[in-house]
């Protein structure tokens, strides 16, 4: 490793200054499979145990190498989203009439709050990316696996110095109310009295009222602390996952520098100092240099997470009641009683073997005879109430100093300037000056002392921090980090005891290592993983640590700390799933992979913890770009992409959308799909959607899936065929028969105009197909498979749009260049080639038949729209009741309109099916609407005839033949609707209609160019008479 990558290890000078970070090294010879229900090393996670499902296949989404993404395409695309926030941006009417507002509505609360999440977003994405191609770009010129590590490393720590930032941006808003916190916490777990090691421990909610001594911090500044804090916790997790990184991750590398550096330090002799040693034991020893490496990180940490050493020496103070003073008093009240005793009395030697028996001031216990330090032990008496707080204290105080990293020289000499020279001596063997060659004995000593002899338990957990004794420790300890750092530390000490003991048995007795529990000292990787994983287990367990334990950023850290984070990502994900089965519906992004357990696992709490997600996330996705030859079975990958697809909702709800792709395309391609298709939904704006559509390849995503699959996802949530009314649409109603109608007419406002929310989104996944370049015809096959689901479903009003917002002609013109080379509306026969054998007439047919289907379709909404007009225009000149007012010119128009509609739909349309479940659609379609649209269209002729010319009848007359005509398949959609009858008995009052018109009007009318006349219709013999007397005489108008 280079020498500026190296971390100096500047707050924790443990016993000598060698003590180096080193490089990093891969784990491999010990990885698991990462399915979640392998059990092991993290058997404390206690979830169910699952079989294999097998390996995955081996593909990853992402395709060839992108061109990198540059931070100024992100930048502008930032201020593209803030710009199409504002009111009068680029928004397509169909959007605003499809109610999309009140979606945006419902939505506004949540997006406020992905606001907060939005920069991060922002940044982490950008950086994410550059590292991806960093790596891809470093794998394909064979720069080896040390490139991949390298750039590891640098995104990691630009993650940290992130929230770095953040950290120092909040702290200047809210650093003495943080203060208070932190003190107030400290307050609340130390034991101070010394009534027991068992104290009251408050959260962070307990301190932000009047616990905390300092008044009560606002809710405002207590949210700004817990945001701030939250980042603090962050910016140290990535310290940690750079630390794991550099030393299990690039193994060949650190090793070759431990060995060089070995070779630069002489070889050990009988008088090498243990210094020397210990730096040989920290090169020589993978456990050992973790072990310092994990014990550092942990003083790093409680120096800026815990409260400071200044609040908790003012908090001793205040509670002393004697201020500063405390520091400098000593044994000040024992000392004045025992004076007080040798005036009125003799007094003894401190050798005799009997000793006045003096009570405390409390009258409740024996009081001491002599001030030595170890009177209170060695005669089993005690001090004066205030003189056992004064020694509690500063044991308190060199036990937080030691928990910060302070060094054994900084501790012996804050011990000589308050005057408590006594316990600067004992201390100072830790020092380790060069000259000494073993402090093995005195480690030794220390570790008896913690056993027994001590005067409160914190003095004894100094002193087994000093002798590798990790019970009296465990007793002031009150966090999950105290317990670790208790961990860590102890066993450091006994596994550089073992070490001296078996590589220099001639400088250290065997009596002096000895040690309760030394056998389980670990010696390998795999001892090592164990071991922490029991201690992870048992503070999970523990009542007192368990809630601390099992919160988002602990859980993190415990993976790491047991350098199992493969599996992290593989838990989570398992947890997600379980969060997911207990809610009701199913969450397609979210695959389930088990039944929902009875409790959930502590790795599901941080889905819903941003920090942690997007933590978990990055790790994940960094170490499978540094490796990504490891795949594990099918189940953990899919539980690993559960992740994945769970920040990518985050991403998608902060409306960074343009970053989804990125995190896409570390999914399988299957699952790329599916998630992406789900994001795509939100873009409204044509601008956006075609920026997506740029960036989607660039990462390798299929965008013809992406888009297919957006669209099934939208019919089927939105137009669900599953149960369908035999008429979803009712055309025409029954009524009276009359001059005007002949016992139907057409429902006033059977179209409803207005887009439903569901309409809306319909509407807009069909826009992807439109900005799309080419693909003829997929996208008019998605058009007709989105229109025929309209009308299936009888969603006129969806169907209506569509066919306005993607006529078939303009859709014609934008797709054809990429098959003809021209823009050209390819439907328009009269464009077609003069020679129809050449190869491009043929091109043309093709196209033609492949656009068939929407522009058949398209025919029948143009048609059922026509009659909507239609029936407004006449329902409002006929509501008048004035027969001799003249005829609006609208009403005329919307006559010859349904009429042009009419005429392709007697032609024959839906009659080719491209397979099956197609064929079944079209019957389907033919029996609901063909029998529907000409029942309304004839009853519209029936109208027109005595409002604006007889000529409807003849009409009316030519519509009967049309329909018998046998290849057009009209007549065969009445009689499977079961409609036929009702078909003729509507042509009866029509033809009843005209012989009453004819006989009314008395002159004889010209034949028209056909020689149609009136006549042809003189059955009135066969219906019973004319019945001139049913009807009132009506203008002829024509």
């Not at 809610?583 to 979210?590: H, T």
């Not at 033949?961 to 079961?978: K, L, M, P, Q, S």
Request: proline share 4%; aromatic share 6%; net charge negative.
């Amino acid at each position: 490793m280079a020498p500026s990558t190296r971390r100096a290890q500047h707050s924790a000078a443990t016993f000598v200054k060698s003590a180096q970070s080193g490089s990093g090294f891969i784990k491999k010879p010990i990885r698991k499979s990462r399915a979640p229900a392998v059990r092991g090393a993290w058997d404390f996670v206690g979830v169910g145990d699952h079989h294999d499902h097998g390996d995955s296949d081996d593909n990853e989404g992402g395709g060839d190498v992108r061109e990198s993404v540059e931070v100024e395409r992100y930048q502008s695309s930032q201020e593209a989203d803030e710009e199409g926030k504002r009111e009068g941006g680029e928004r397509r009417e169909r959007g605003e009439r499809g109610g999309g507002s009140d979606v945006n509505e419902a939505l506004k609360p949540l997006r406020e709050m992905a606001e907060k999440v939005g920069r991060e977003v922002e940044a982490f994405a950008i950086s994410f990316d550059q590292f991806l191609v960093h790596v891809r770009t470093s794998t394909m010129r064979r720069e080896g696996d040390g490139c991949g590590y390298g750039s590891a490393r640098d995104i990691v720590m630009t993650y940290r110095a992130f929230a770095e930032e953040e950290v120092e941006r909040l702290g200047r808003l809210v650093r003495r109310e943080r203060m208070a916190v932190l003190r107030g916490e400290w307050r609340g777990r130390a034991e101070v009295s010394g009534a027991g090691a068992d104290g009251e421990r408050e959260g962070e909610s307990g301190v932000m009222g009047n616990r905390s001594g300092e008044g009560v911090v606002s809710e405002m500044k207590g949210e700004k602390i817990r945001e701030m804090r939250d980042w603090q916790r962050e910016c140290d997790v990535w310290e940690l996952f750079c630390l794991v990184l550099e030393f299990w991750y690039d193994r060949d590398a650190r090793r070759k520098e431990s060995k060089e550096e070995l070779a630069r330090v002489a070889a050990p002799h009988r008088y090498t100092p243990e210094k020397e040693l210990w730096e040989r034991f920290l090169l020589e020893d993978e456990i050992g240099k973790v072990h310092l490496l994990y014990k550092q990180w942990l003083e790093r940490t409680a120096d800026h997470q815990e409260s400071d050493l200044p609040s908790i020496m003012q908090e001793l103070e205040a509670r002393s009641g004697t201020g500063k003073g405390l520091w400098n008093r000593g044994w000040l009240n024992t000392r004045e009683r025992i004076k007080g005793e040798k005036r009125v009395r003799s007094w003894p030697s401190a050798s005799d073997s009997v000793q006045p028996q003096i009570r405390t001031s409390a009258g409740n216990d024996m009081l001491v005879t002599t001030l030595d330090p170890d009177a209170p032990t060695r005669q089993d008496r005690t001090l004066e109430n205030p003189d056992q707080y004064f020694e509690r204290a500063v044991w308190i105080a060199c036990w937080e100093m030691l928990r910060r990293g302070w060094s054994w020289t900084e501790i012996v000499a804050w011990c000589e300037e308050h005057n408590e020279g006594w316990r600067a001596a004992v201390l100072s063997p830790a020092l380790d000056p060069s000259d000494t060659l073993s402090n093995a004995a005195w480690r030794k000593m220390c570790y008896l002392a913690s056993e027994s002899g001590c005067s409160n338990d914190y003095e004894a957990a100094v002193y087994g921090m000093l002798g590798g004794n990790i019970k009296p420790v465990r007793k002031v300890c009150r966090t999950v980090d105290d317990h670790l750092f208790a961990y860590y530390s102890c066993t450091l000490v006994r596994q550089f005891d073992r070490y001296l003991q078996e590589r220099f048995p001639g400088r250290i007795a065997s009596l002096a290592v000895q040690r309760d529990g030394s056998d389980d000292v670990p010696d390998t990787e795999e001892k090592a993983q164990r071991a922490i994983s029991q201690v992870l287990k048992q503070l999970r367990a523990d009542p007192a640590t368990h809630d601390e334990a099992v919160t988002p950023f602990k859980v993190i850290g415990s993976y790491l700390f047991a350098n199992d984070a493969e599996t992290l990502a593989a838990m989570v994900g398992a947890g997600i799933s379980d969060l997911d089965s207990l809610r009701s519906g199913n969450e397609e992004a979210v695959i389930r992979i088990r039944s929902a357990p009875q409790e959930l696992p502590a790795e599901a709490a941080i889905a819903a913890d941003s920090h942690a997600l997007r933590i978990v996330t990055h790790i994940y996705a960094i170490l499978t770009a540094i490796d990504p030859d490891e795949q594990p079975n099918e189940c953990s990958l899919t539980a690993e992409e559960n992740v994945l697809a769970a920040y990518i909702q985050t991403v998608r709800l902060s409306g960074r959308r343009d970053h989804i792709p990125v995190y896409a395309s570390r999914l399988r391609p299957t699952r790329a799909v599916l998630v992406i298709s789900r994001a795509l939904q939100d873009i409204e704006e044509s601008r956006e959607q075609q920026q997506m559509l740029n960036l989607m390849p660039n990462y390798g995503l299929p965008v013809v899936a992406i888009l297919t699959e957006q669209l099934r996802h939208t019919l089927a949530s939105k137009a669900d065929l599953s149960n369908l009314p035999e008429r979803p649409v009712r055309v025409v109603e029954e009524c009276e028969v009359s001059q005007l109608y002949p016992g139907r007419r057409i429902v006033d406002g059977f179209l409803h105009a207005e887009l439903t929310d569901d309409d809306g989104m319909i509407v807009r996944s069909l826009q992807w197909f439109q900005l799309l370049k080419g693909h003829w015809e997929l996208t008019f096959k998605s058009l007709a498979n989105a229109l025929r689901t309209c009308l299936l479903a009888g969603r006129l009003a969806c169907a209506v749009a569509i066919v306005d917002d993607f006529p078939s002609a303009t859709i014609s013109e934008q797709k054809s260049f990429s098959v003809l080379g021209r823009n050209v509306n390819v439907l328009d026969k009269s464009l077609a080639p003069a020679d129809e054998g050449s190869e491009e007439a043929l091109e043309w047919d093709m196209l033609r038949q492949q656009a068939r289907a929407y522009s058949e379709l398209e025919y029948l909404v143009h048609a059922i729209h026509a009659l909507a007009v239609w029936a407004a225009q006449e329902r409002a000149f006929t509501a008048t009741n004035k027969t001799s007012a003249s005829v609006p010119s609208a009403m005329k128009k919307a006559k010859l309109e349904i009429n042009e509609a009419m005429a392709p739909l007697l032609t024959g349309i839906l009659l080719q099916a491209d397979d099956e479940q197609d064929q079944l659609h079209l019957d389907k379609l033919r029996n609901m609407y063909m029998p529907e649209v000409l029942i309304a269209y004839a009853t519209a002729l029936y109208t027109a005839g005595p409002t604006i010319s007889r000529e409807s009848y003849i009409e009316s007359m030519d519509l009967s033949v049309a329909i018998a005509t046998e290849d057009n398949g009209i007549a065969d959609a009445f009689t499977r609707a079961g409609r036929m009858r009702e078909l003729v008995k509507l042509f009866a009052h029509t033809s009843r209609m005209m012989l009453v018109m004819k006989g009314i009007n008395g002159r004889v009318r010209k034949a028209d160019k056909m020689g149609k006349d009136l006549g042809v219709w003189e059955i009135g013999s066969l219906l019973g008479g004319a019945g001139t007397d049913v009807v009132a005489a009506a203008p002829d108008v024509s």
